[in-house]
């Protein structure tokens, strides 16, 4: 695909993907523009401040003349900005469409007028609803059970009907993302648990028995990075899920408790939340040879290492760490 300069525009790459993304693609050999809000840590990239790569646009997707100046000598596309999960779309259900779905047809559009010739989507594997199949795979229906997954799939749609000659996309179904990175999440499953552990001593387990698949965030974005460079025609019009382990929210909780210590109490509470889904990653591994190979175990500990050394601090009362707050706080609008 490098018909041009290596340069890929990130949205949303001050979150929580982008933060341990786009250091990977600087030592990759890209130049990477960022366009955020940074409304989580507005010095993400403090450390390659100096790096003539990496060009920081503040600013909003939703804006059409931020979008294409960020656009300029761009030859791919990664799609990550989105209000991203269930809790904090429904806080503010219109904002979520704007962000999610409305202005995603323009950024398409906006993409292929400026000459991107690779458009990467980050969707969700929360697209498939609850599925009584043994393993999810990409040809299943859809069954979104939210507005947020509703349009992620809507997105889906929109990027395959765009799709023509020389511009490839490729839709990415991820696992819940776990693990460390500089702008941290604590509000997904396996970074809860810990957070509770380290600070509390303690876990609280809803239903338990409920099976969801997690992704390292490390094999996330080395995911990210391989696909850049994948001859088009492996990846062209494709949908992939990307996870590896699927495991039930209880066992998730032995495996927190087994690296942060024996003496964490786990109590387990009833709930509604039933989403269970067991999602394959076959289709991946044998179209790029794709596998992920980092264990929920091994995020535990890296997360572990970053509140012992003091890189998470305020676990339970910074906004920054949960983005349901932040929209709570009206950043957003």
């Known amino acids: 695909m490098q018909t041009k300069r290596r340069r890929v525009l990130v949205t949303g790459g001050a979150g929580y993907v982008g933060s341990s993304l786009v250091p990977k693609l600087l030592k990759s050999g890209w130049e990477v523009c960022v366009l955020d809000l940074y409304m989580f840590k507005r010095d993400v990239f403090r450390a390659y401040s100096d790096n003539v790569a990496l060009t920081e646009i503040v600013g909003d997707i939703r804006d059409r003349a931020t979008v294409e100046r960020a656009l300029e000598d761009c030859t791919a596309v990664i799609h990550l900005a989105c209000i991203s999960n269930d809790p904090s779309f429904e806080l503010d259900p219109e904002l979520g469409k704007s962000i999610n779905y409305d202005c995603f047809p323009g950024l398409v559009d906006a993409a292929k007028e400026a000459g991107v010739e690779r458009f990467i989507y980050a ?14 795979t990409e040809d299943l229906p859809l069954l979104p059970l939210t507005d947020y997954s509703k349009y992620k799939a809507l997105c889906e749609e929109i990027l395959d009907a765009k799709r023509v000659p020389g511009f490839t996309t490729l839709t990415i179904r991820p696992a819940t993302v776990c693990g460390y ?12 648990l810990t957070n509770h552990a380290i600070v509390n001593r303690k876990i609280r387990v809803l239903g338990g028995k409920q099976t969801r698949p997690n992704i390292h965030i490390d094999d ?17 019009g494709e949908i992939f899920n990307a996870g590896y382990h699927n495991q039930r929210v209880d066992e998730i909780a032995e495996i927190v408790r087994k690296v942060v210590g024996e003496d964490v109490a786990i109590t387990t509470e009833a709930t509604d939340d ?15 040879g794709f596998s992920a190979e980092r264990s ?10 970053a509140f012992g050394d003091g890189r998470i601090t305020n676990s339970m009362t910074d906004p920054t760490y949960y983005n349901i707050r932040m929209v709570q706080a009206g950043v957003l609008h």
């Open 274 to 288: 039933n989403r269970s889904y067991h999602i394959s990653s076959a289709k991946i591994k044998a179209k790029i």
């Open 220 to 236: 996330m974005t080395d995911l990210y990075v391989q696909c850049l460079d994948e001859p088009a025609s492996r990846i062209d």
């Open 123 to 136: 969707s969700s594997s929360s697209v498939y609803g609850i599925k009584s199949e043994q393993n999810v």
């Open 181 to 192: 990175a500089p702008r941290q999440r604590l509000d997904v499953i396996v970074n809860i």
């Open 296 to 305: 929920i175990e091994q995020a535990v500990r890296e997360l572990v290492a």
